[in-house]
């Protein structure tokens, strides 16, 4: 960003970049891959795909953190745009799960659906919402109180005690994890089982690699404090990591509540028709 | 009026890549605009070709050339899906919205410069997938509804419908990165003195659009990923045998597909609104009413989804609640057209190509809105659903409407990003030919559609026949304006003739026109700082 010192506006207007299109490219390449794999064709393209993306996200995250440490290229101004940039995304992660929870409503409630007549399904043995999926309701409410910790570490510039609960609101992420893995396996319906399995798998299934995604952002975070990189004002990177954090476990929460307790509960949901 | 404190007289022509890193890596507001209006028009030529041989094998009744009747549905899925996706929004959005919103609201670039270039590169892989899909396996012959059963893997087995399938994830994906783009930069980034109530209206229109995109299409992409799975994971969202249901299908691509509708035709609201005060050189008539009927268009437009489902069986009150909202629309649409007219009431009026075009549309629209409000009738639409009329509406309000918003705003603005003036007698007659050939071309499919003929089929009975034939030449008509139109941009492109700064004078008072044309590679590099609102 050589030119950064001589602009006259506060905009950061980042120099060609490549990595939007190595970003197509790795787009392109998992479509294909993908499509080639579900035909029955070999898993490897999209593997490519995959790492392509990986390293797409490596170099252009890296990019934004080197000029997140240079004067000038994140002003005042820009730091508001780029909160504004990750609110919006998460709203359009707001409407994909919409999406999965409308499903959910449509298939389970009768009103809405001629083909159902009972909810749980015949034959579905539930899980019940009392074990593991409480234990990681406790988990995933207790990692939004200790990035919340960690937050306040960063802002008081304490930042041995942020970088050890940043990685504990990691750890308790991959515990998370773990336990939706477990319960996964103990499982005694597959996703080919149905409406029940359909609803029940993509919904949390996508939670739980919002769980991971989130998991990563917050290791990262985790090593950026280890580096220095945030000051008590100057740290979006955890900012955004923490709010997509609150998100993933708002969502879990609207999870917990109807897919495993409302949902499961086998009470009044006889069909009048 | 706007004022603006400084025009950009030194602007920095330094940084300018060169060669093909200057477009592939570009992190330019211009140069992304500018891909973006030549992938348009590149689709353009593939979309209106695919609606050429629609027209010509329905020119007849009986089989003219079209036997394998799956590509019949091919093309017109092909054409659905390019005219959506890969002509009106990078246009529309992805072209002019690139290039004019930071020069009107006097800032740089947008606000994430990368971001903007991975929306546009994601979209030409989307339709290299979607080209794939037309020729592979039979080819998707879904319709753009992709409606299950027959997009299940029962009925199209092969990889054609999942390689649309992954075309719309990535133009999705392309469109949510833009949307993010277009509102933190319109929200963030106006100059000094720009409040929101200062905004010119087509601002307004792109951030309203941004705002329906942003919610809109994820809901999409949870759609398509339910199909994909159910088509290849055994998952039964869409499928009675396991408990699923269709209906779920069309409840959720058309919450997407209602809005998507509003996504396409509020950039050309904005488009005719700048072009319409310009050309009237006067301040567009109740700016404050036409921003807030953008605004109500675009909250109704998601709680109105149902009335392209009439036919599925709802209970008399579900229609009765989405014949209400639907109708509710034509009141903020209607302060629109009026507003529209009572800015050129008095004024002086310039019937430059623009304006023309501009007309066009206003007329287009009031008609595709007055069968709009047709269709918006529960009980009426049982008789109307899928037949031609709902195609006369749906391509009066969209094809042209919109189209002719595209033309509006290419010659409203080509001075601005070219520096050349385009040729102004042929121009006109662009636009009268395409004019003619549109009407000449949909306004039979009224008449068609309400003696009952169907949509979407590759023959028909020869009672249809008169009308068929009629809309085929218009169809003609139309293809040649559309080739006339390649005629005026390339004379436009080689001219000598070039424009000045604000080349329509007095009544073209936003920014844009402060800067040189052509627009320097770096403008607003000093903020210009604005003191009134467009309406005053």
Not at chain 1, 123 to 135: D, N
Not at chain 2, 257 to 275: N, W
Not at chain 2, 400 to 423: C, R
Not at chain 2, 426 to 451: K, Y
Request: charged share 10%.
């Amino acid at each position: 960003m050589a030119n950064e010192a001589a602009k006259t506006h506060p905009w950061h207007v980042p120099e060609p970049s490549p990595w939007p299109i190595i970003g197509t490219i790795a787009g392109f390449t998992m479509a294909v891959g993908g499509i080639w794999f579900m035909h029955d064709g070999p898993i490897y393209l999209f593997g490519v795909g995959v790492l392509i993306l990986i390293y797409t996200f490596y170099g252009w995250w890296r990019q934004v953190i080197i000029e997140a440490n240079t004067a000038g290229a994140h002003s005042e101004q820009v730091k508001v745009g780029l909160r504004y940039g990750f609110i919006f995304f998460i709203a359009s992660e707001v409407m994909f799960f919409f999406a999965f929870f409308w499903a959910f409503f449509h298939s389970s409630l009768p009103i809405l659906n001629n083909v159902a007549q009972v909810w749980p399904p015949e034959g579905i043995e539930l899980i019940p919402a009392s074990g593991v999926p409480l234990l990681n309701t406790l988990i995933l409410l207790s990692s939004s109180a200790t990035v919340t910790v960690a937050h306040h570490a960063i802002i008081d510039d304490n930042r041995k005690k942020a970088i050890r609960w940043t990685w504990i609101t990691a750890i308790l992420g991959a515990v998370f994890l773990f336990f939706q893995a477990e319960e996964y396996i103990d499982a005694t319906f597959k996703l080919s089982d149905g409406i029940y399995p359909s609803t029940f798998y993509l919904a949390t299934g996508f939670h739980g690699f919002h769980v991971f995604v989130g998991t990563c952002f917050l290791a990262v975070c985790a090593m950026r404090l280890q580096k220095g990189h945030f000051k008590p004002d100057h740290h979006i990177g955890f900012e955004a990591a923490a709010w997509y954090w609150h998100f993933v476990d708002v969502v879990w929460i609207f999870l917990f509540i109807n897919v495993y307790i409302w949902g499961s509960s086998s009470f009044g949901h006889i069909a009048a028709g | 009026m706007s004022e603006t404190a400084h025009a950009d007289a030194h602007d920095d022509h330094d940084h300018r890549p060169t060669g093909w890193r200057r477009w592939v890596y570009s992190t330019n507001h211009k140069d992304i605009g500018t891909m973006y209006l030549a992938l348009a028009m590149i689709a353009a030529i593939v979309g209106t070709a695919a609606s050429v041989v629609i027209r010509l094998e329905l020119h007849e009744p009986g089989v003219q050339f079209i036997t394998d009747f799956q590509f019949y549905n091919v093309l017109v899925t092909a054409h659905g899906f390019i005219m959506v996706f890969f002509v009106v929004m990078p246009a529309l959005i992805g072209g002019f919205g690139n290039w004019f919103i930071p020069l009107m609201i006097g800032t740089p670039d947008m606000a994430f410069p990368r971001m903007n270039n991975i929306s546009f590169w994601l979209l030409p892989a989307a339709l290299i997938l979607l080209v794939i899909a037309g020729l592979i396996d039979g080819g998707p012959g879904t319709g753009w509804t992709v409606y299950p059963p027959l997009a299940n893997a029962d009925y199209h087995p092969g990889m054609a419908v999942d390689f649309g399938i992954l075309s719309l994830h990535l133009a999705g994906a392309s469109s949510i990165l833009g949307a993010i783009n277009f509102i933190s930069t319109i929200i963030n980034m106006r100059a000094p003195g720009m409040t929101f109530h200062r905004m010119p209206l087509f601002i307004w229109a792109m951030l309203l659009t941004a705002i329906l995109l942003l919610l809109a299409i994820p809901v999409l992409a949870g759609a398509l990923t339910m199909l994909l799975t159910d088509r290849n994971f055994g998952t039964a969202f869409f499928d009675p045998a396991g408990g699923g249901d269709p209906l779920l299908w069309q409840h959720l691509f058309w919450f997407f597909g209602h809005p998507e509708v509003y996504i396409m035709i509020i950039p050309a609201f904005g488009v005719i609104s700048e072009i319409v005060s310009t050309f009237s050189k006067k301040p567009i008539f109740g700016y404050l009413g036409m921003a807030y009927a953008m605004a109500a268009i675009g909250v109704v437009g998601f709680i109105v989804w149902a009335h392209h489902m009439y036919t599925v069986g709802f209970n008399v009150e579900t229609r009765a609640y989405f014949t209400l909202a639907t109708m509710v629309i034509a009141v903020p649409t209607g302060i629109k057209i009026f507003s529209w007219l009572a800015t050129m009431w008095g004024g002086s009026i310039k019937f430059d190509t623009p304006m023309l075009f501009a007309m066009g549309f206003i007329f287009l629209f009031v008609v595709g809105g007055v069968t709009g409000v047709t269709l918006a009738n529960a009980g009426a639409d049982q008789a109307f659903h899928d037949t031609y009329f709902v195609v006369a509406h749906f391509h009066y309000v969209l094809s042209v409407a919109a189209i002719f918003a595209m033309y509006a705003g290419f010659y409203y603005w080509i001075g601005k990003m070219s520096g050349k003036q385009y040729p102004e007698g042929l121009a006109r007659l662009q636009f009268w030919v395409t004019f003619i050939g549109v009407n000449i071309l949909f306004f039979p499919q009224h008449f068609a559609g309400m003696a009952g003929m169907p949509r979407r089929i590759p023959d028909y009975p020869d009672a249809y026949a008169g009308w068929n034939m009629i809309s085929s030449w218009g169809a003609y008509i139309t293809a040649v304006g559309a080739i006339l139109f390649f005629v005026v941009l390339w004379k436009t492109l080689t001219s000598k003739e070039t424009v000045s700064a604000n080349q329509w004078g007095t009544g073209a008072n936003t920014l844009e026109w402060t800067v040189e044309s052509p627009a320097p590679f770096h403008t607003h590099e000093q903020t210009p700082s604005i003191s009134t609102q467009p309406a005053e």
